[in-house]
């Protein structure tokens, strides 16, 4: 009896020690999927694989976890493949060593809970994953735009869906102004392009801009000439770079004061007063601000990365400190009722100055401009050029329409490429002599008797000198680039010189 007790002890105790070693013992792979080496498991969550589908304002590239598989992060749509499911049961971490089975089970649990809202497959019951967009057929709202996007896509007939133009990243609605009932009054289909980067529709006569808050990659906008009023839709896009908003109806541009990334801003011909949100845009280059009369620009000083400015149309105007804007390159003040350029004596950067159709008589401030290239004063009651004969850098010159007859302040410009001297007072032309790179010459409406300084102007191509007092064109006879002459309104008898000349008005 003892004896059957001892060996019922002994086999009990052994029973007791083999079930206590399968408990310790190390899980098999029996039930639990290890992961392959293509498969992702998220052992670090902190430094685990990003989410697909991007964060607003990406390039639109979906980011996947380092070295691992679609099926692991995206949702598949009913009917795919289960590959996402094996992946949920393989996420346990089976690196852990002397673990019990019920921990095993609840730590798989754990990590199927965590991952099964992005990873599990739909059942028939539930949607699948959204697409990005939900395709459809556009409504274009007018036959003007519907028109044009035909052309753009092609599809000349049946409906065009969304699909058709959603990668549309540029898009061009300019109409020609000169055609009348040709103008696009509504675009705002356009909101549902949010792909794109850059809109032009000029020309056209749009009054409602508010799709355009839509857009939020957009960072190119010109709605030059429209009928807008209402411009807060930009408020948010501060992608935006370059804005053109001139030649509309617009008063308030306040809204705008968070776009800080401009570089470029034309809200000319508005009824804009007040200015004060410039101030904002510091990474400002091109700034438009045209046709405002009694405006007060002098914050425009604080716009140090000003290359070019437009200030033309505008009267009696407080002009920015030219000092301050180191970088100022361009700069056109013409139509503005001006007597003299002193205004823009500190404006010693520029290269390009446009004055035309002022009132200018005094010219001195242009002397302290030593990198002028590119200067228009045509349409002025200037009389003395003195002051242009430090700038021998200059290719482009425009007088015409002056009260000039003294032009030996151009003797040094070896430079010059395009010179208009039309309607002046000029009676002797030897301080052209060498401008040996002039191919554009105008020098119609003077008392030019004498053609001998143009002998050795062998660049030139056009030649224009009506209504002077020429009687000899010998001179001309080497100058055989010339493309085009006009010798109308002279006493010239003899035009054998010129017959090489392919285009000759007589």
């Known amino acids: 009896m003892h004896k059957r007790r001892g060996k019922f002890v002994i086999i009990t105790t052994a029973l007791l020690l083999l079930l206590s070693a399968c408990a310790e013992k190390k899980p098999t792979d029996e039930g639990i999927n290890k992961p392959s080496e293509s498969e992702t498991t998220f052992d670090n969550e902190e430094g685990s694989g990003e989410s697909t589908g991007g964060q607003a304002g990406s390039d639109d590239t979906t980011t996947e976890p380092e070295g691992g598989n679609e099926s692991a992060t995206t949702t598949e749509p009913e009917g795919g493949n289960e590959s996402a499911a094996t992946t949920v049961q393989g996420e346990t971490d089976t690196s852990v060593e002397n673990t019990t089975v019920d921990e095993t089970k ?30 459809h ?17 092609g599809i000349s007939s049946g409906n065009i869906m969304l699909s058709d133009v959603i990668d549309i990243n540029q898009l061009y609605l300019e109409t020609d102004s000169s055609v009348d009932g040709d103008e696009i009054t509504d675009i705002s289909a356009i909101g549902e392009l949010t792909n794109l980067t850059r809109l032009e529709a000029r020309y056209n006569d749009i009054t409602d801009i508010s799709f355009i808050s839509k857009l939020k990659k957009l960072k190119r906008l010109s709605l030059w000439s429209n009928c807008i009023t209402d411009v807060s839709a930009l408020a948010g ?13 617009i008063t308030d541009i306040s809204c705008l004061k968070n776009l800080k990334n401009l570089t470029e801003l034309g809200i000319g011909s508005n009824d804009i007063t007040d200015f004060s949100v410039l101030k904002n845009f510091t990474k400002l280059e091109t700034l438009s601000v045209q046709n405002y009369d009694n405006a007060d620009f002098s914050l425009v000083s ?22 301050k804007l180191t970088k100022l390159d ?20 520029l290269t390009k100055l446009q004055a035309y159709r002022n009132n200018i008589t005094d010219i001195s401030a242009v002397a302290k401009m030593k990198n002028m290239d590119n200067l228009g004063l045509n349409n002025n009651q200037i009389t003395d050029i003195s002051a242009l004969s430090g700038l021998t850098k200059i290719t482009f010159l ?27 007072q000029i009676t002797d032309i030897s301080a052209l002599k060498d401008m040996k790179e002039i191919v554009y010459l105008d020098l119609s409406n003077n008392q030019i008797t004498d053609l001998t300084p143009l002998a050795g102007l062998t660049s030139l191509k056009w030649l224009y000198l009506g209504n002077n ?15 085009t002459v006009d010798v109308s309104g002279n ?6 010189a010129i017959d090489f000349v392919p285009n000759v008005t007589k």
């Open 106 to 135: 609840t730590e798989t649990k754990t990590t199927e809970k965590k991952t099964e809202t992005t990873t599990k497959k739909p059942s028939a019951t539930e949607k699948p994953t959204e697409a990005p967009f939900a395709d």
């Open 137 to 153: 057929v556009m409504d274009w709202k007018n036959k003007e735009l519907e028109k044009k996007m035909r052309e753009i896509t």
């Open 237 to 249: 896009l501060t992608s935006l770079q370059r804005v053109e908003l001139g030649s509309n109806d």
């Open 302 to 323: 604080g716009l140090t990365n000003l290359q070019t400015l437009y200030l033309n149309g505008g009267e009696n105007i407080t002009y920015p400190d030219f000092a």
């Open 330 to 349: 361009t700069l056109n003040v013409a139509d503005s009722g001006l007597t003299s350029l002193n205004a823009f004596s500190n404006a010693t950067t």
């Open 398 to 424: 425009n007088l015409t329409s002056n009260k000039v007859a003294d032009i030996s302040a151009l003797s040094g410009m070896k430079s010059m490429y395009n010179l208009k001297l039309k309607y002046n």
């Open 469 to 483: 007092q020429i009687t000899d064109l010998t001179p001309l006879k080497n100058l055989t680039n010339l493309q």
């Open 491 to 496: 006493p010239i008898t003899d035009y054998s």
